[in-house]
């Protein structure tokens, strides 16, 4: 993602639960003076809302016509970096900041403009900072955050958690891209999907951050498996988060875990587990394969020789070698630092354009893990040719997702590729969308609880 300096300046928290004065000044996609009151651009605004409950549509959605604060103002060049932590109008700076800084990550990775799925109905997007709900959630034309209290007693707000707000775009770049299934692929496995992939999204642009980049290999010293601002996905203090991406589910821990007719998850186990957990293995793959990834970088930058190279380990070993490991690496980090920097962009890249071809030749109405774990594969296969896939595939394959080739094959038919112009995908979307089920309906059975059990 090209941000030029000459973009609209915000500032955001990576960690605000941990570091909460540490914020980073980014750029935006969006010269200046296009970014106005609100914030507030041709694709979305922001209204800070006094006392609003949280949308439930279709009954009640946007737009907001209730009281509302003062607006976030730019300066006079069109920043918005001027506004101070403890003004008023910056959870509203920042969670527009957050929101369009996401967008901008998955722009990159699609390589075109992304429009919103319910942009016939809300042509703009609705952002509320502030809602009187312990949660947070996007649906058809709006996005908003409320707050939770930690179990230190502090009052975390949502609009600066940026993870939290980058899985609500995750959740809306999926319905703009992927599409809405039949009613028969709404599945428990489709909604399970969009969180996982969402948790996915998030951590891709968390990674876009400098200060986390250093943070994590600062702390980790390239083992990533070492508990870091990237697997812990909304952090509300020191030891507490909302998930771990790094799990060792497998699908097997899930097994019976469903979505009941009239819209309940049915768990058979009785711990109350729900679409978040049945995402557990799904995100714990795909976090397996971007460690891979970034190990294959540092082998094939000679930081790691084939003994230090510890992706042919059970996670048994990996535990059983921890400090032996850390210690390796750590002498390694101090050496070659940049090198490890460059390793982790690259890997970051790899699956964020991998996951973008995958989901521009999804089908979401025949969407199953195996057939998903296939599709990315071939993607994979595609974007890196000389990687071995059928190595990487036993990310899935320990995990108990095993992946279909021939249907991730099928899954490609009659679609275009990635780099298709976005007026010929916006018409395949709407072929797509044809006899799917109505937006409100998926929306109403996406867990907004962020929590897994």
Not at 266 to 276: F, K, L, S, V
Request: with cysteine; hydrophobic share 40%.
């Amino acid at each position: 993602m090209a941000r030029a300096v000459d973009g609209v300046r915000f500032r955001l928290f990576p960690d605000w639960a941990e570091n909460p004065a540490g914020t980073e000044t980014i750029w935006l996609n969006l010269p200046p003076g296009m970014v106005g009151p609100g914030p507030s651009d041709p694709w979305m605004y922001v209204v800070d809302a006094i006392g609003k409950p949280p949308y439930s549509p279709p009954g009640f959605g946007p737009p907001y016509r209730g009281a509302s604060r003062p607006p976030a103002m730019p300066d006079g060049d069109g920043h918005f970096d001027h506004i101070g932590l403890d003004d008023p109008a910056f959870g509203a700076a920042h969670l527009y900041g957050s929101v369009r800084f996401s967008l901008d990550v998955w722009e990159k990775y699609f390589g075109r403009e992304l429009a919103w799925h319910a942009q016939t109905r809300h042509p703009r997007l609705e952002l509320i900072p502030h809602v009187d709900w312990d949660n947070a959630q996007s649906g058809p034309g709006f996005l908003e955050t409320g707050a939770r209290q930690n179990s230190e007693g502090e009052r975390q707000p949502y609009s600066l958690i940026f993870d939290v707000v980058a899985h609500e775009v995750g959740h809306t770049v999926l319905f703009s891209v992927v599409g809405l299934p039949s009613p028969q692929g709404l599945t428990s496995e489709f909604l399970a999907f969009h969180e996982s992939m969402s948790d996915i999204a998030a951590l891709v642009a968390m990674m876009h951050f400098k200060t986390v980049l250093g943070n994590v290999l600062g702390k980790t010293h390239g083992n990533l498996y070492v508990l870091n601002m990237l697997n812990r996905f909304g952090i509300l203090s020191g030891n507490e988060q909302l998930r771990i991406c790094d799990n060792t589910a497998k699908m097997e821990d899930v097994a019976g875990l469903r979505l009941g007719p009239a819209g309940a998850w049915i768990d058979p186990t009785g711990r109350r587990r729900n679409a978040h957990d049945l995402a557990a293995p799904l995100t714990g793959g795909l976090f397996d394969l971007l460690v891979e990834l970034f190990q294959d970088g540092l082998v094939a930058r000679g930081v790691l020789d084939e003994s230090l190279d510890y992706r042919q380990w059970s996670r048994a070993a990996e535990e059983q070698d921890f400090l032996r490991l850390a210690d390796r690496f750590r002498d390694s980090f101090a050496a070659v630092e940049p090198l490890f920097h460059e390793a982790l962009k690259e890997a970051r890249d790899t699956l964020g354009f991998v996951l973008a071809s995958a989901f521009d030749r999804l089908d979401p109405s025949s969407l199953t893990y195996a057939r998903f774990a296939g599709l990315l594969l071939e993607c994979l296969g595609d974007e890196l040719p000389e990687a071995d896939v059928e190595a990487l595939a036993d990310n899935f394959v320990w995990r108990g997702i095993l992946p279909e080739a021939q249907a991730a094959t099928d899954a490609r038919r009659g679609l275009r590729p990635a780099s298709a112009t976005f007026g010929a995908r916006a018409s395949a979307l709407r072929r797509r969308d044809v006899g799917a089920v109505d937006a409100n309906d998926v929306h109403r059975l996406i867990n907004h609880d962020h929590r897994s059990s």
